[in-house]
């Protein structure tokens, strides 16, 4: 199939980096990618929180979106790759988390295990009804393992206070990750979109050793800025034109900063 060709690709050869950045819907663009031409999927979907840019008929459409979606993750993925899901839950949808854990494996995926990221300053929030959420699930998913087909590499390390560390101040990461919220100035460094810290997409990277990564739902562009500091290849799609334009400025900021380097 032709490789799509962008109006940035000019600007992406300047740089010499290895990604794309794709504005349009998913489901139509995943469409133009040819069967098992990824490795590894980094996304955080639409949480269905009436977040503008969420554009749905009802709950249902939501799901069927997101299924589509699953369904293109699992085609444009090679035998072995990781999916890395993150999602939540709200009042509205308590079970959406699992209701998205269920797209994956109606799709055909295989679980592998769910990692709870701590979000240990997010704000608290006083009910009676339901406690304060400081987790998000990032659920793992594999497409037809095979024996040893997927395997964490060692040097994927946390700090520790553990004495009995063989790694010393280190030990190897866990399905527990203390990352913080961005707070504060938020807004500025953020834009308020919901976006994950770089430190989601750089753990899952390192953990899937991909070399082609995927993220059908980039935002502003955290997992393409992973993929450039670890030099991976890496798409994103963006359907938003505010998201899209911000991604490409951090992206190009994040290139200059290489270059100084
Ligand atoms: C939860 S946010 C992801 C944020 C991202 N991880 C980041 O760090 O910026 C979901 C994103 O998916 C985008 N989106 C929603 N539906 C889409 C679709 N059908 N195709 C492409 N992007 C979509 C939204 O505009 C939003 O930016």
């Given amino acids: 199939m032709e490789k799509r060709l962008y109006q940035e690709?000019?600007?992406?050869?300047d740089t010499m980096s290895n990604w794309d950045l794709i504005h349009g819907d998913s489901r139509d663009v995943l469409m133009t990618f040819e069967d098992k031409s990824f490795d590894v999927c980094i996304?955080?979907?639409?949480?269905?929180?009436?977040?503008?840019?969420?554009?749905?008929?009802?709950?249902?459409?939501?799901?069927?979106?997101?299924?589509?979606?699953a369904k293109a993750i699992y085609r444009i993925l090679d035998?072995?790759?990781?999916?890395f899901i993150n999602i939540n839950a709200n009042s509205k949808n308590p079970l959406n988390s699992f209701e998205i854990l269920k797209c994956y494996l109606e799709v055909g995926f295989e679980f592998v295990q769910e990692i709870i990221w701590y979000r240990r300053n997010a704000q608290a929030v006083r009910s009676h009804k339901r406690l304060t959420d400081y987790k998000e699930y990032i659920f793992i998913f594999v497409k037809n393992p095979e024996k040893d087909g997927y395997i964490y590499p060692e040097d994927c390390l946390v700090e520790t206070i553990d004495p009995r560390s063989k790694y010393g101040r280190y030990k190897p990461i866990g399905n527990v990750w203390d990352i913080p919220v961005y707070v504060g100035n938020q807004f500025v460094k953020t834009g308020n979109t919901a976006s994950f810290p770089i430190e989601i997409p750089l753990n899952c990277l390192k953990?899937?050793?991909?070399?082609?990564?995927i993220d059908p739902f980039v935002g502003i562009g955290t997992t393409i800025l992973a993929g450039?500091?670890?030099?991976?290849?890496?798409?994103?799609?963006?359907?938003?034109s505010d998201y899209y334009s911000r991604a490409l400025k951090n992206i190009e900021k994040s290139d200059i900063s290489k270059v100084w380097q």
């Fill in 9 to 13: 690709e000019k600007w992406r050869k």
């Fill in 43 to 69: 996304t955080s979907p639409p949480y269905f929180f009436g977040k503008e840019y969420e554009f749905y008929k009802n709950y249902d459409d939501y799901l069927q979106q997101m299924y589509d979606v």
């Fill in 79 to 83: 035998d072995n790759s990781l999916a």
């Fill in 207 to 213: 953990l899937s050793r991909g070399k082609r990564c």
């Fill in 228 to 240: 450039i500091e670890l030099d991976i290849e890496t798409v994103g799609i963006e359907i938003n």
